[in-house]
């Protein structure tokens, strides 16, 4: 079946613009994660949904990221006034459930950001 | 507050050579760990995972991994290395929360 896909694979945008990058989870899987991996570094966690509602948010570094999840499928994640800081690459990931916290994660391929 | 380090950053190990990657975690209850690989350009994919139960673990591709609670590690091994295992290895651990922090990650090379 499908896994997760991410789309745009690759965003290259102006400091101060506003992106957004969507997120396809596996069909069925309740559970969505949101990670930013930066050059040389472990992914680091952002924000996880459970359904519609976001059950943690406090990995996103500060008001300027923002992401939504409004059918509990498709997941967006929204920065404003980006920074050339905010270059990383975005991976996003679904689970079955949260339930426990030993659910595996399916990771998509990611969204490459390079703000300019 | 629950951490993984990988004291390796890069290592490199001859095609058949046998391979360990070391993990060390720190949480004080029994934590979830997993090990994942990135290869250039693909996702992170899960090669293993251990929860509680059987200290040593199975996964795919031929590796396994070591949960030791008293020296606080996970290493993963691989009795003889392929030159298609070249990638960047992650440990990660979990608590009860679901979310994953991962360690900084560790390169493997594979020489011919």
């Known amino acids: 079946g499908a896994g997760v896909s991410q789309t745009p694979s690759n965003k290259v945008t102006e400091k101060g613009k506003y992106v957004e990058l969507r997120c396809d989870p596996i069909?069925?899987?309740?559970?969505l994660y949101w990670y930013r991996q930066s050059l040389g570094q472990g992914p680091e966690f952002l924000i996880y949904f459970q359904g519609t509602g976001a059950a943690d948010d406090s990995g996103l570094p500060n008001d300027r990221f923002f992401a939504v999840r409004p059918e509990g499928s498709v997941s967006t994640l929204k920065i404003q006034r980006t920074e050339r800081g905010d270059s990383a690459v975005y991976l996003c990931a679904s689970s079955l459930s949260l339930a426990g916290g030993g659910d595996t994660q399916y990771f998509g391929p990611g969204t490459r950001l390079t703000v300019l | 507050a629950q951490s993984v380090t990988q004291p390796d950053i890069h290592i490199t190990v001859s095609e058949g050579a046998s391979l360990e990657l070391r993990c060390n975690y720190s949480y004080g209850a029994t934590p979830y760990l997993f090990w994942y690989v990135q290869s250039p350009g693909q996702g992170l994919q899960l090669l293993l995972k251990y929860f509680s139960g059987d200290t040593l673990v199975q996964g795919i591709k031929g590796f396994e991994a070591e949960f030791k609670r008293s020296q606080s590690s996970f290493n993963l091994r691989k009795p003889s290395v392929h030159w298609s295992d070249a990638a960047e290895y992650f440990c990660?651990?979990?608590?009860?929360?679901?979310?994953?922090?991962f360690g900084q990650g560790t390169t493997l090379q594979v020489k011919p």
């Open positions: 990660a651990t979990s608590g009860n929360t679901g979310k994953l922090i």
């Open positions: 069909s069925g899987h309740t559970a």
